[in-house]
């Protein structure tokens, strides 16, 4: 496909669990943002990367929270030791950083419960 | 702080009557205005990027304006398929992106 895809679509977990998520961007975009939206809420910021480096790992809310990307490509974000203020849907989105073009287009989230 | 807050929270409006979303923002060295669109259990929709005060962008019955403090969001004659949530986004000179909370949009038929 050709859109930003997300897996899994749905995860719950036991409070204190590891979770992995992952995000594949769009091909050739070299933009890629992480963010989590609480039922309510507008997006929160969690991380960007540009190429395979994060410039801008501010809105990561704990050291719980890390993210890698490899090959330019493919991203996972990884919550250890989950708590349940965890739950939310985590969005990712990548953008073409080029000149004047920094839309960016996201993928359909993941939701997580930590029961 | 940058801050980006969309008003009002919640607008119904009938089918066919105009009416406008607001944004406003306080950042430092802003780089790009966004709006987009979420339907629910989905991912935002791109719209708009503006940039320059005085920019204007019309896409079917959307036109989005940008002032230094402010950006709009203007429907014209909305149809119950506008109905969904508004986001307005800004970047920053570092390109982090901030978001509002959301304009919840409902048309009734």
């Known amino acids: 496909g050709a859109g930003v895809s997300q897996s899994p679509s749905n995860k719950v977990t036991e409070k204190g669990k590891d979770v992995e998520l992952r995000c594949d961007p769009i091909?050739?975009?070299?933009?890629l943002y992480w963010y989590r939206q609480s039922l309510g809420q507008g997006l929160e910021f969690l991380i960007y990367f540009q190429g395979n480096s994060a410039p801008d790992k501010s809105g990561l809310p704990s050291d719980r929270f890390s993210a890698e990307r490899t090959g330019g490509s493919v991203s996972t974000l990884t919550i250890q030791r989950t708590q349940q203020e965890d739950s939310a849907v985590y969005l990712c989105?990548?953008?073409?950083?080029?000149?004047?073009?920094?839309?960016?287009?996201f993928g359909p989230g993941t939701r997580l419960t930590v029961t | 702080e940058d801050q980006v807050t969309q008003s009002p929270e919640a607008l119904r409006l009938q089918e066919g009557e105009s009416s406008s979303l607001n944004c406003s923002y306080t950042?430092?060295?802003?780089?790009?205005l966004f709006w987009y669109r979420q339907d629910p259990g989905k991912g935002p929709e791109f719209l708009f990027t503006?940039?320059?005060a005085g920019e204007e962008k019309e896409k079917e019955r959307l036109k989005a304006t940008l002032t230094k403090k402010e950006s709009f969001l203007h429907i014209t004659a909305p149809k119950p398929e506008d109905s969904a949530t508004y986001l307005c986004?800004?970047?920053?000179?570092?390109?982090?992106?901030?978001f509002g909370k959301g304009t919840r949009l409902h048309i009734l038929p």
């Open positions: 986004a800004v970047r920053r000179w570092s390109d982090k992106i901030i």
């Open positions: 989105a990548s953008s073409m950083r080029t000149s004047g073009s920094y839309e960016q287009y």
């Open positions: 950042v430092s060295g802003l780089r790009g």
């Open positions: 503006l940039y320059s």
């Open positions: 091909s050739g975009h070299t933009a």
